[in-house]
């Protein structure tokens, strides 16, 4: 058990962590945990973020999506901000331990800071090809405008 | 552009990343990015997993999912034991070039190592709660019996 997080179990075997119930999360040397979000009505991959062991705990606690910010290096409550809160329908942790998938609806319906609705917006084509290959975008448009959300905040993006 | 994988653009303008269309990764410290799987048919995530530059190459090339396995330190082209391959039918990118989203077919139908179709078997309840909350089994059974189909290679999950 983890004083601070009550929640999180000890782990201490192979077998309670991959086959058992106690929920007992790892999380990596930078103390965050890599997540899926996807929509809960179908299936699109909204992003993927991650989680320190507050973010985890408030997840479960409120029903509402809670990420560590590496570019801010904080708790981050997505949808704070931007209005666009992700309301969590389903919350699944992987055989390990050490991911978790989040089935989602999304105030607003976009997850995405440049203003997709999915960060994942374009696809790479497949196959043997000379140089870089092209990105698809597979989104048609933006679904909200991120000047008008965002205004001058700082783009999460590094290069 | 990138000498030894000429695919891959450099990255010089947060622009270029966000809305243009040069595949230009980002690859963490060790050279990692994070891959999340859906089965194309109906968007169960089957597992999130790590790529470094030759498994995103390999696997761009060959249209066959290839992963970097953190556990035994090696490229990993999935299914080369388990027959479990993963046949890619569509291969995204995020914003910032530093996640990837795989939609496949799986040959057997499965893709963890313990037996189940998804590593996502166990859900997390939501809600405040006295202690540890108990996960709930989603899976009702296992597709494959993991020890017929590794037989004695090592377990990749770490305490």
């Known amino acids: 058990m983890n004083d601070k997080y009550p929640m999180f179990a000890a782990r201490q075997s192979v077998e ?6 106690e929920l007992a999360p790892k999380f990596d ?3 965050l945990m890599p997540v899926v979000t996807t929509a809960a009505e179908d299936g699109v991959v909204l992003m993927l973020g991650y989680m320190n062991r507050e973010a985890l705990a408030k997840t479960i606690e409120t029903g509402e999506a809670h990420y560590y910010s590496r570019s801010r290096q904080t708790l981050w409550h997505k949808g704070a901000t931007s209005g666009l809160v992700q309301k969590v329908i ?40 000379e140089g870089s290959p092209a990105l698809k975008f597979e989104e ?10 965002y205004g001058d905040a700082p783009n999460p993006t590094k290069l």
Request: aromatic share 8%.
């Open 16 to 21: 309670q962590v991959e086959e058992g119930t």
């Open 29 to 31: 040397a930078d103390g």
């Open 90 to 129: 389903e919350l699944r942790i992987d055989d390990d331990q050490d991911a978790v998938w989040l089935l989602v609806d999304v105030a607003g319906g976009a997850s995405c800071h440049v203003g997709y609705r999915s960060c994942f917006y374009r696809s790479v084509p497949l196959g043997k090809a």
């Open 140 to 149: 048609q448009a933006k679904t909200f405008d991120p000047v008008e959300v």
